[in-house]
Nanobody
Framework: QVQLVESGGDVVQPGGSLRLSCAASGFTFSIYWMYWIRETPGKGREWVASINGGNTVDYADSVKGRFTISRDNGADILYLQMNNLKPEDTARYYC?????????????WGQGTQVTVSS
């Protein structure tokens, strides 16, 4: 069955960087669009970035220029490189599959990894 397992979340100071990973299994990873979505208790879910098998990417305006989504189709891993982190980036980050375009309505989700940006 489809499994998505995120890792890499941590506590980091403003201006710092983190790289999140999502290990995928149970499906042909290379043919699917993959997504990063974040969630906070106050703001709910927010689409962050998307990438297709050919490395076409799309970003939310709130992260454009700071975050980079990428993938390793040989190892079935999705990444999110996050630079110049801000306190408002604090959230639980999920990788997901089969979402609508720029949507948080996804069929498959990982368990998430917590990112906290605080001094």
């Amino acid at each position: 069955q489809v499994q998505l397992v995120e890792s890499g979340g941590d506590v980091v100071q403003p201006g710092g960087s983190l790289r999140l990973s999502c290990a995928a299994s149970g499906f042909t990873f290379s043919i699917y669009w993959m997504y990063w979505i974040r969630e906070t208790p106050g703001k709910g879910r927010e689409w962050v970035a998307s990438i297709n098998g050919g490395n076409t990417v799309d970003y939310a305006d709130s992260v454009k220029g700071r975050f980079t989504i990428s993938r390793d189709n040989g190892a079935d891993i999705l990444y999110l490189q996050m630079n110049n982190l801000k306190p408002e980036d604090t959230a639980r980050y999920y990788c997901a599959r089969q979402c609508g375009d720029r949507s948080t309505d996804c069929k498959y989700w990982g368990q998430g990894t917590q990112v906290t940006v605080s001094s």
